[in-house]
Nanobody, 126 residues
């Protein structure tokens, strides 16, 4: 099993950038596919980006493609979400998630992730 803790949320101006971090502990980090999700008030949790075990495969939601970048550093047991060109529609609680894997594929579905962080609030002001 693995525990996940997100860092880096906060208030940012529209057009600005923010980098989220998710630190994992309690498991072998390189065995987990990782993902970032977000949930705004009154909305369902949505997929943002995912990355395979080795970091060689990534996948993004159309809404963030070209603006957000997911990456991981297995030596640091950390996954990152670099968010650029932020707009108020990006305001949400951002969650880090992990799924134990045999393959190096990206996991997209919310229900397929086994472990979740507590979330970190990202607020983008106009």
């Amino acid at each position: 099993q693995v525990q996940l803790v997100e860092f880096g949320g906060g208030l940012v101006q529209a057009g600005g950038s923010l980098r989220l971090s998710c630190a994992a502990s309690g498991g072998t980090f390189s065995l987990y596919a990782m993902g970032w999700f977000r949930q705004a008030p009154g909305k369902e949790r949505e997929f943002v980006g995912g990355i395979g075990r080795t970091g060689g495969r990534t996948y993004y939601s159309d809404s963030v493609k070209g603006r957000f970048t997911i990456s991981r550093d297995n030596a640091k047991n950390t996954v990152y979400l670099q968010m650029n060109s932020l707009n108020p529609e990006d305001t949400a609680v951002y969650y880090c998630a992990a799924r134990l894997m045999l393959s190096i594929e990206v996991v997209v579905s919310t229900k397929e992730y086994n472990y979740w962080g507590q979330g970190t609030q990202v607020t983008v002001s106009s």
